[in-house]
């Protein structure tokens, strides 16, 4: 059984669990580490008759990448070549990952673009100067651009919190994703680099909500099946069982007759199973 395949049953699989909710695939896009301007910040740094030139048109409409580029300094390191997206904002706000945290030593706080309370100072380093960027550095919260009409689909409201699965070789599910509906968007799922990591996010990837609530719920530890539950695992329950649990540890009763193709799904995963 090959990775397509698994995706294939996985998306199927998933609309089960979601209660037989429809679900619609959502092309999952990358964030990396990247800054965003004010026109105050942007000049300290590129100088007064500067402009900020446009380099490749961004998914979500009017956004786009430039071709200047930054540095970032904390305390304890620097980051070379960060990407600025335009158009310029009114406040400058700098989307990192925890582990770019980790390498400039400070403690940027996890919220939604645009939300900078309490966010972390850094200093930025232009062509042309310097700006001290206080209160500016976020970890951009997991969320999910639809059109009106997406969000009328998936009978998704703005600002409501859903849970969304992502398929692949390690399938993940991330719980407390926001979504943000606006005719100016395009259905997309914008996860970190961090993120990406953790469920193997590559060029094509698909996500789809598998749940859908008022608030953010904890990520729970998997429940163990009892031991009359689950007599036979077969490749639908296998791709099931992935796509609830997560990055979670697979629990089996020592009894449980476990088919071959459902082991294919677990190994493809790269889950551990474990008897008890």
């Given at each position: 059984m090959n990775l397509s395949q698994i995706e294939a049953v996985v998306a199927r699989a998933l609309e089960e669990l979601a209660?037989?909710?429809p679900t619609f695939p959502i092309p999952v896009e990358v964030s990396a580490r990247h800054a965003h301007l004010s026109e105050a910040a942007f000049r300290k740094l590129f100088g007064q008759k500067a402009a900020l030139i446009p380099r490749r048109v961004l998914s979500q409409p009017g956004e786009f990448l430039a071709e200047q580029r930054v540095k970032l300094a904390g305390p304890k390191g620097e980051i070379s070549d960060v990407a600025v997206l335009g158009p310029l904002r009114p406040h400058t706000q700098i989307e990192l990952s925890k582990t770019d945290c980790r390498h400039l030593g400070i403690e940027a706080p996890l919220r939604l673009s645009g939300d900078v309370s309490g966010a972390a100072?850094?200093?930025v380093v232009g062509g042309h100067g310097c700006f001290e960027a206080t209160g500016s550095a976020i970890i951009p919260k997991a969320h999910l651009h639809l059109r009106p009409q997406d969000a009328a689909a998936m009978e998704?409201?703005?600002g409501m919190t859903v849970s969304v699965a992502v398929g692949g070789e390690r399938p993940t599910v991330f719980k407390g994703v926001v979504a943000r509906v606006s005719e100016d968007f395009s259905l997309a799922l914008h996860i970190d680099t961090d993120e990406a990591g953790a469920c193997m996010a590559a060029a094509g990837s698909l996500a789809y909500v598998v749940a859908a609530g008022s608030r953010a719920e904890p990520l729970a530890p998997p429940?163990?099946?009892?031991?009359?539950?689950?007599r036979l695992i077969t490749?639908?329950?296998a791709i099931a069982m992935v796509a609830e649990r997560g990055q979670g540890e697979i629990f089996l009763?020592?009894?449980a007759i476990v088919t071959p193709s459902a082991l294919d799904v677990f190994r493809a995963a790269r889950r551990?199973?474990?008897r008890y």
């Open positions: 209660g037989g909710a100072d850094l200093l998704i409201t703005d429940a163990r099946p009892s031991r009359d539950e689950r490749e639908s329950a009763p020592r009894a551990q199973v474990t």
